[in-house]
């Protein structure tokens, strides 16, 4: 019998990830130490209070039903952290709606946003979904370059006029994964600017902005005037508080788009499992202490790992937020997927290469901060004794 498929599959050959994962299991089998620094897995577990209010909810036999949508509880308590931490001011009917995790998210809103043959303008370097999503939805995709020049922010002054005229949908995320850059006050609102001009739907994603350091902090693109006009913004819980298996993640902001949203998602899944929707309102309005702690961790690996790479002889710059770093290749290195098969087998250490973020990540590699600080000490020695940078 001879199958035959959806042609947009011919887009979705095996992800990077699944070749690095290939590539540390072989390693492994082979009897060989592999120290995975390549997936940005978070190993901080949820705060006790969290867990305790998982488990207490799962333990009720009534919650097993179909959740079909999020609980009002749930619905005021994304809004009221929402105001208690950005001065964000949200309708909890009909600006917030949940999500199954970002990734759902961002296919999802690709579906409710874009008709095959519409341009999504995308970050490059960017996180794959970014770019997948709306190709799951038929989307001619713009890349925009992300350069040190321009301090890692999208030039938003350098993207054609006949391209903003066609685009429809543009996604962004600051902090950014995975070049870890901060934006500005003022990118935010030639953002706005911009995406009112030529009618464009904005989606903003936040994941890491609880994990911005040295002292910095960061907010919402909704705080600037004008946003919920034309955008929404998405939120998770997977970084800041350890529930990265659990799923959860958020949608806020323009009214209209987040029910475009909600009906398609009405007709997807029967909505979040009642006990993540409590675990969620545990963490949200719980002590925050944990989202500090998580924090300090995440830059005290930062500095073990970039400090003790530098020493040995990798130049890298400290990354301002997220879980990852974003370092250029050492010495005459040229190709990251290269360097990172070599990488792996000289010293037993997986990152990622800066290529599988798209065509501007070449030249780079992204190491996440997914490991105990000994570990990365470890890592660092590893890498130092491969004679790997001597190249």
Known sequence: MKMQFSKRMDYFKPGIFSVLAQMKNDRL????????????????PPAQHIVDALIESASDRRNYIYALSDTKELQETVAAWYKRRYGVT???????????????????????????????????????????????????????????????????????EDVAKRAKFMIVSYPNNPVTSLATPSFYRDLVAFAKKYDIIVLHDNAYSELVFDGQT???????AGAKDIGVEFNSLSKTYGLAGARIGFAVGNAHIVSMLKSLKSNLDYGMFLPIQKAAIAALSGPQDCVATTRCAYEARRNVLVEGLCAVGWPMEKPPATMFVWAKLPGSYKNSEAFTKELLDKSGVLVTPGSAFGKEGEGYVRLALVQDEETLSDA??????????KK
């Open 29 to 44: 089998k082979a009897g060989r130490r592999v120290i995975d620094i390549s997936v940005g897995t978070p190993n901080i």
């Open 90 to 160: 949200l309708d909890p009917r009909t600006e917030v709606t949940s999500l199954l995790g970002s990734q759902d998210g961002l296919a999802h809103i690709a579906l409710a946003v874009i008709d095959a043959g519409d341009t999504v303008l995308v970050q490059d370097p960017g996180y794959p979904i970014f770019s997948d999503g709306p190709v799951l939805a038929g989307a001619e995709l713009y890349k925009l370059p992300q350069r040190p020049e321009n301090g890692w922010l999208v030039d938003l002054g350098a993207i054609p």
């Open 218 to 224: 960061c907010g919402s693109f909704l705080e600037y």
């Open 380 to 389: 660092v020695r590893l890498i130092d004794e491969s004679g790997i940078l």
